[in-house]
């Protein structure tokens, strides 16, 4: 009998009021045992389901219908909960067919006495659960995959943000270069900080580092287009102003929402040091720290890119003197947030005065450890910092 002829039965049977069809023909099993386990009623529903005839069945102890594992946790597990509370509730098994293939079940079972008294007795009620066992296994691929994506994306932000934060700053003779970055949270979201120092031709050194709004893949993808920009027009021998009009025009084409917040500074190799140069877009201004001299923020400013049209930017000149520091960083330091105040330009400022030295790597960690300090160990964005110093 399939499972519809028995339900059609079973619906038959309430019509008709006959006790013995509802309970031959239930769209469930019917099982009554001994206590120890020897099985002494069994409905026919749960015969058509396991291909045996119910002489087969009587006698037989329960557990041996069982597959090997079911009939483990039947012998430690049910049948302990059974006695101790009278009854269990959707227990899931695997039954054995006549053939030996499995049949997925939930159990509910409780205990009682036999209508003469003279022994105990065991109801259980069997229901089908393949289709629920089939959707269990497809939730847990399900679980299985949606984790692999996640360590592979995992593994993808981790690249990502490599490649744009270069491990080492490189050596230049007559600069002194250092850099540092702390990621947002715990670091498993691709953010939108990026810093770069690169030659762009005979003794000439440029600096950038910017910002692209949000996080995440589209982030970054507009992340690594500003990066290689900067990098192409300058090594084309673009003046700065023109290296942020292309970056501009480059993000407003992209099919994006986000835009960038860029400052550039190129450093020129002459007889008496460096001629340096500064051009920003949108970005916080560089802080120029100078031995002797309270720290002050440079007059540097600019629209941000792939915002507005018809953007202006300018190049500024600044003279640096031997053992002065341009330190570059992202709004990850000015607008690190703690319940409802940030660390701000103010606080800023008031920790570069109290900085005894001139190192740059010294200043860099220092920086980094005060904002993450501010925000009790967890920064709420992207913090990068670049510091040169003219030697």
Not at 84 to 92: H, K, L, P, S, T
Not at 274 to 279: H, L
Not at 350 to 363: F, G, I, R, Y
Request: aromatic residues 6%; hydrophobic residues 40%; glycine residues 8%.
């Amino acid at each position: 009998m399939s499972a519809e002829q028995a339900a059609q039965a079973f619906r038959e049977a309430l019509l008709d009021d006959d006790p013995a069809l509802l309970y031959e023909q239930a769209p469930c099993g019917y099982v009554s045992t001994s206590g120890d386990g020897r099985i002494v009623k069994v409905n026919a529903t749960l015969c058509t389901w396991l291909g045996r005839e119910a002489g087969d069945l009587l006698g037989r102890r329960f557990p041996e219908l069982l597959s090997p594992g079911s009939r483990i946790y039947h012998e430690t597990h049910f049948g302990p909960m059974l006695r101790m509370q009278g009854f269990v509730r959707e227990i899931a098994a695997d039954m054995l067919r006549h053939d030996g293939s499995r049949l997925p079940v939930l159990l509910n079972a409780s205990w009682a006495q036999a209508p003469d008294s003279s022994a105990d007795l065991v109801r259980m009620a069997i229901f089908d659960a393949t289709e629920r066992r089939s959707y269990e296994r497809e939730l847990v691929g399900a679980r299985d995959a949606a984790r692999e994506a996640e360590l592979r994306a995992e593994a993808l932000t981790h690249t990502l943000q490599q490649s744009f934060i270069p491990p080492t700053a490189p050596e230049v003779p007559g600069l002194a270069i250092a850099t540092g970055y702390r990621p947002a949270g715990d670091g498993t979201v691709v953010g939108g900080d990026f810093y770069d120092v690169f030659p762009a031709g005979p003794d000439v050194w440029v600096v950038a580092l910017g910002d692209v709004s949000g996080k995440g893949v589209e982030a970054a993808v507009v992340t690594s287009i500003a990066r290689h920009t900067v990098r192409a027009l300058t090594v084309l021998g673009q003046g700065l102003p023109e290296v942020l009009h292309g970056v501009d025009r480059v993000i407003d084409q992209h099919e994006t929402d986000k835009f960038c917040t860029l400052v550039v500074v190129s450093l020129r190799r002459v007889d008496d040091g460096w001629r340096t140069s500064v051009a920003v877009g949108g970005h916080p201004a560089p802080m120029l720290l100078r031995p002797g001299c309270a720290p002050r923020m440079l007059d540097a400013r600019g629209p941000a890119l792939g915002l507005l049209p018809d953007v202006v930017f300018r190049e500024q000149q600044v003279d640096l003197r031997p053992g002065d520091i341009l330190l570059l960083y992202t709004d990850g330091v000015t607008e690190a947030r703690k319940d409802d105040s940030y660390f701000g330009e103010g606080q800023f400022l008031s920790w570069a005065a109290t900085q005894d030295s001139h190192e740059p790597s010294v200043l860099v960690d220092s920086l980094l450890d005060e904002v993450l300090r501010f925000q009790s160990g967890d920064p709420s964005d992207d913090i990068a910092v670049v510091a040169v110093r003219h030697d």
